[in-house]
C-alpha cells in the first residue's frame, strides 16, 4: 500500500492553487497590481515554488488565461454556424469582462511592452486556438455553410478583430444582439455563392 | 512695429517641439522607457512647462499621437470606395509601426491599465475619428456603393477590428494585398443588394 504522497500530484494540485489565485487575485486587486507574494501567500506556497515553474507574473497570468478558456471557448458543431459562432464569442467576451479588469487584458496590455510575453502569448495561448477555429470554419466548408474558397485568415480577422477593437478603444462590448449582427455581416463576406440573395 | 515676443507663437512652438519630443524619443526607447524629463531635455522646456499643460507621459503621448494621425488618416473620397478604405486603413498601419514599439501601441497598453487614460484615448483620440468614417460610410450610401440600411457600427468594427487584433496578439499587420482581402471581405458584408453576383 502506498504511504507516501504522490509527487506527481501534490505538483498538480500546487499549480492548481496558484494559477487559481493568480485569476482570483487580478479580478479583486487588478492585473497591474497583482504579485508574485500575492500569489504565493493566496496559494499557500512559496514564491521560491512559483519561481520554479513560471519566469514572471505575466507568465503564471498567462497560463491561468489558458487553463480558464480551455474550459470555456472550444468551438461547438450543431450544424448552425452562425450559432456556434456566437456561442463560443459569447464565452470570449465573458472571459474577457470586466473589460478593463480581466486577466486577459492585464496581459494583453503588459506583452505590448515584453517581446517575450507576447511570444508567448502568441504561440501558445493564441495559435492552437486559431487552428481550432480553422478547422471549424473547415467543416463548415465542407457542408456548404462558407464558401469553399473562403481565405480563413481573413474569417478569423473580420471574427475577432470587432471584439479587440473594442477592447482597446474601451467601447464597450457588443450585446447579444449586436454580436448576432457582427456573426451575421461576417458571414456574409465569407458566404458561399449559391447562398447570396 | 511689435517687438516683444508673441505668448502665444512662442507657447504654440514649445507644445510642438514637446510633441515632436515625445514622438521621437517613442520610437528610441520604447514607451515603456519614455519618461517625462527625458522630453523636457529633447524639447529645450523645463518639467514644469510639461506639467502646466499635460497630466502625465500619457496624456503627451494622446497628444503627439492625435496630431500625428490628423496629418495622414483623413478619409479621402475620389469616389472609389474600397480604394480609399485601403489608403485611410494604410496610412493607420503606417502610425502603428513598429507593431510592437510604437507611441500608440505603447498608449493602447497603459490606457487598459488606466481608466483616466482610457476615457481621453476613447473621447478625443478615437471618437472623432469614428464620426469622420461615418460620414464617409454615408457618402458611399448615398453614392450606392453601401447598403442603404448598414449598419455603420459594424461596418467600422470590421474594417477596423482586423488590425487591432492582429496588433494585440502580436500575428503582423497586414500588407498591402492582405489589406485589400480583408477590405473586399468586409464591403462584401455591406454591399447593396443590387451588386451580389
Redesign the interface.
Known sequence: MPTSPNPLRRRETSRRAILDAALQLCAEL???RLTIEAIAARAGVSKKTIYRWWPSKGAVVLDAVDDAASLVTDHIDTGHLAADLHAQLSAVITLLSPP?NSAI??L??????D?EL??D??ERL?KPRIIAFKERMRKAQRDGQLAPDA?L??A???F????????????GM?DAE?LH??VA??L???SP?DS??
Open positions: 487588478g492585473y497591474g478593463n487584458t492585464g494583453i496590455a503588459e506583452a505590448l511592452q517581446d507576447a511570444h502569448l502568441r493564441i481565405n485568415d481573413a478569423l480577422d473580420l475577432y478583430g470587432p471584439i479587440y477593437h473594442r477592447l482597446i478603444f474601451h467601447l457588443p449586436q449582427m457582427l455581416h461576417a456574409r463576406a465569407f455563392p447570396t440573395p
